[in-house]
């Protein structure tokens, strides 16, 4: 069982717990501490959404180095007491919500505020990320002007695709890991 833990910020060092069986994969290290330097200083003050968000790890790190708000979406119950127990281990429920919702439900609605990142790592092999970006896509109320969409798949899943309103503009491959980074299409309309 790897340990996770958080890098940096107001919580760092703290070790966060693992979710109960193998229904989730947390996010690596070396993964986590790349994606946070390419955000770099941007996630100070930011709004998270976390969809499918396990152990919580991506949003407790956001918000430990000073992310203003984290969503943290997850179905899985066991992941859900997973999440409010790491919140309180490293003490940043104050910023924070979870939800217990269906990822795709969720991103249906209207959105409750305007979100910097949203964050997609969903269960492996089911072609849940693609469903997830069309959704967003469908809703790009979701994908206000600066926000950044993050999707963390499988290599092996990854297949060339094209949307309305999102369009991806950066990759990064760390071993068995893909992140896939997407913005809010911006398009001439004369």
Do not use: C
Not at 29 to 54: C, M, N, T, W
Not at 75 to 90: P, V, W
Not at 161 to 171: H, T
Request: proline share 5%; hydrophobic share 40%.
């Amino acid at each position: 069982m790897m340990s996770l833990r958080v890098i940096a910020g107001s919580a760092k060092g703290k070790r966060l717990k693992p979710v109960p069986g193998d229904s989730t994969r947390p996010i690596m290290d070396r993964v986590k501490e790349a994606l946070f330097s390419i955000l770099g200083p941007h996630i100070v003050g930011s709004q998270l959404l976390d969809l499918y968000a396990g152990t919580g790890s991506v949003g407790i790190e956001a918000l430990s180095r000073g992310a203003k708000f984290a969503l943290f979406n997850e179905l899985d119950r066991k992941a859900l007491q997973t999440i409010r127990a790491n919140l309180k281990t490293t003490s940043l429920e104050e910023n924070a919500q979870v939800l217990g919702m269906d990822a795709l439900s969720l991103i249906k609605k209207s959105p409750e505020r305007d979100y910097d990142y949203i964050y997609i790592a969903p269960p492996q092999y089911k072609g849940l990320w693609l469903e997830t970006l069309k959704q967003l896509d469908a809703n790009p109320a979701w994908v206000a002007g600066d926000t950044v969409v993050i999707v963390q798949i499988d290599p092996s899943e990854d297949e060339a695709v094209f949307f309305d309103n999102i369009q991806e503009y950066d990759r990064r491959v760390y071993g068995k890991t893909l992140l896939i980074f997407y913005e809010r299409l911006i398009t001439n309309s004369n």
